[in-house]
C-alpha cells in the first residue's frame, strides 16, 4: 500500500480517465479556473489526496471545489460524500461544493465564491 498522500500514482489511470470525460459543468468551471485566472491561484482538476479524487484543488490555498451531480444528492451519495469531507478536513482542506447548474445559472456568483474562499494574500 503506498504512503504516497497526492496522486497516487495506483489511481493514475483513473484521474487521466475523469479528465478526459469531465462533465459540461467541469469543463465550463475549467475554462475559468485553468491557467492562474482567479487572482493567480493555481488550479489542478482531478487531482488526488489519498484515495479520492478532486474536481479541482488549489495547492496553495489546501482548498477544494467539488461540483455535485445528481448521485450526490443520493442516499449513498451523501454518506461517501460526507466520509470523504471528514478524511480531507482532518489533513486541513477546505471543501466547497456547487450544483452542476450553480456553474451555469450562476457562473460569477460561483468564482465570487471561490475567490472568498482563499485565506492567502486577501485583499
Do not use: P
Request: a positive charge; glycine letters at 4%; one cysteine or more.
Amino acid at each position: 500500500m503506498s504512503t504516497q498522500l497526492y496522486n497516487k500514482k495506483e489511481i493514475e489511470g483513473f484521474r487521466k480517465k475523469l479528465r478526459t470525460k469531465s462533465t459540461y459543468a467541469e469543463s465550463v468551471l475549467w475554462r475559468s479556473l485553468k491557467n492562474r485566472q482567479v487572482e493567480g491561484k493555481k488550479f489542478r482538476r482531478q487531482y488526488s489526496v489519498g484515495n479520492y479524487i478532486l474536481d479541482f484543488y488549489c495547492l496553495e490555498e489546501k482548498l477544494a471545489i467539488e461540483l455535485d451531480g445528481a448521485h450526490h444528492f443520493t442516499e449513498e451519495g451523501i454518506k461517501h460524500d460526507q466520509i470523504r469531507e471528514e478524511y480531507l478536513k482532518s489533513i486541513d482542506i477546505r471543501i466547497i461544493r456547487f450544483e452542476n447548474s450553480a456553474v451555469f445559472k450562476f457562473h460569477e456568483s460561483v468564482l465570487n465564491e471561490i475567490k472568498n474562499n482563499f485565506r492567502i494574500n486577501k485583499k
